[in-house]
C-alpha cells in the first residue's frame, strides 16, 4: 500500500493533467471527472484522478506509438502536427475519442476506457483521418484517408454505401465498447466479459 502523501502527489498530478486536457477539448463539459460532483462523486472523482496520475503516462505511450504507426503511412511532409492524449471522455457525449482541429498541434483525446484495447488503434486511425482532411465530417476525402491508413495499418478496409457514408464512417472502424467505461480509469484490468458489441463510437 502507498503511503498517503504518494496517493495525494498522484491526485494533484492527475488533476493538473485533466486541466491540460480540458483546455484541448471541444468543450470543458467534456472532462467532467475533473469535477467532484458534490459528495456522491468524490469519492469515484479521487480514485480516478489518483489512478489518472499513477498511469496516464503509460498508457499516453501506447497511444503515442499508434499516432507514430499512422504517421509513418504518410511522407514526412503529409504530416499533420498531432498531440495525443487519453482522458476519460463525459459520458452525455457518447464518444469514445475527438480530434480538435482548431488547436495547434491538433489534439486527438482518446477514452480508451470506452473501448478494449484492440480496438485503440483504430480510434487513433479515424481521429488522425479527421486531423488529416482538417475537417470533422466524413465524406469522400476522409474516406480516402481512412482507407489509406487502414491499408497501411493492417485494419479492415472500409465499404460503405454511397447514401449511408457519412453515418457508416462516422463509427469507422466498428468498436466493441465497454458496459462500464469508467472502470478502466478505477485501474480494472480489461474484462471482455464486461463488454458488448456496439455500432456506437
Ligand atoms: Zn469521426
Known amino acids: 500500500m502507498s503511503h498517503p502523501d504518494v496517493k495525494f502527489d498522484a491526485f494533484w498530478r492527475g488533476i493538473s493533467y485533466l486541466r491540460q486536457v480540458r483546455r484541448l477539448a471541444l468543450s470543458p463539459l467534456m472532462i467532467d471527472v475533473i469535477d467532484d460532483g458534490g459528495l456522491a462523486n468524490y469519492h ?73 484495447p484492440n480496438h485503440w488503434l483504430g480510434i487513433v486511425a479515424h481521429e488522425y483521418a479527421h486531423a488529416c482532411v482538417g475537417d470533422v465530417g466524413h465524406g469522400e476525402q476522409f474516406a ?13 478496409l472500409p465499404i460503405w454505401e454511397p447514401e449511408t457514408m457519412e453515418a457508416w464512417l462516422s463509427n469507422y472502424p466498428h468498436c466493441q465498447l465497454m458496459i462500464d467505461p469508467l472502470a478502466f480509469w478505477f485501474g480494472q484490468p480489461y474484462n471482455p466479459d464486461f463488454s458488448q458489441v456496439s455500432y456506437t463510437s
Open 44 to 116: 469515484h472523482h479521487r480514485e480516478i484522478c489518483t489512478w489518472i496520475g499513477e498511469n496516464i503516462q503509460a498508457v499516453n505511450a501506447t497511444l503515442t506509438d499508434y499516432l507514430d504507426a499512422c504517421h509513418q503511412c504518410f511522407a514526412l511532409c503529409d504530416r499533420p502536427a498531432i498531440q495525443i492524449f487519453a482522458t476519460p471522455l463525459a459520458e452525455q457525449f457518447g464518444i469514445d475519442g475527438l480530434c480538435n482541429i482548431f488547436v495547434n498541434p491538433i489534439a486527438i483525446l482518446i477514452d480508451v476506457g470506452r473501448t478494449s
Open 144 to 156: 480516402k484517408i481512412l482507407t489509406h491508413l487502414c491499408l497501411g495499418l493492417g485494419l479492415d
